[in-house]
């Protein structure tokens, strides 16, 4: 029986908290545009989703050059497999996003 009661306390709490704060989102919105504030403070910025995606498009493209690298080293060093696969995921994931910031540093320039 605690098998299924945890997971579903578990989902019910997130499902909760969600509802709670997009309700009270929803509320606070409408709230504002009743006293006649200007609804584009609402509007989001399109240039976050896609620097968001490209952050974690290089993240994911870093660990997956890093987990080939770290498979490489340990077939043909005495590097152990313990200290190849979480040192290359670190260190190629880390260059991947030093490289995003780089590439959002420079778009930013440009506008």
Known sequence: MEAIL???I??????GMV????????????SLI???ADASLFASKKNY?????LKFGMLA???GVGILIASILETYTV??????????????????LVANAMIEKKDKVEE
């Open 49 to 53: 989703r896609s620097n968001l995606t």
């Open 10 to 15: 578990v989902f019910s709490s997130i499902f």
């Open 79 to 96: 590097l152990d497999e313990e200290v190849a696969y979480p040192s290359m995921i670190f260190l190629f994931g880390g260059l991947f």
């Open 61 to 63: 493209v870093g660990i």
């Open 34 to 36: 009743e006293k006649g």
């Open 6 to 8: 945890i997971p579903l």
């Open 19 to 30: 509802y709670v704060f997009l309700n009270t989102r929803n509320k606070e919105r409408l």
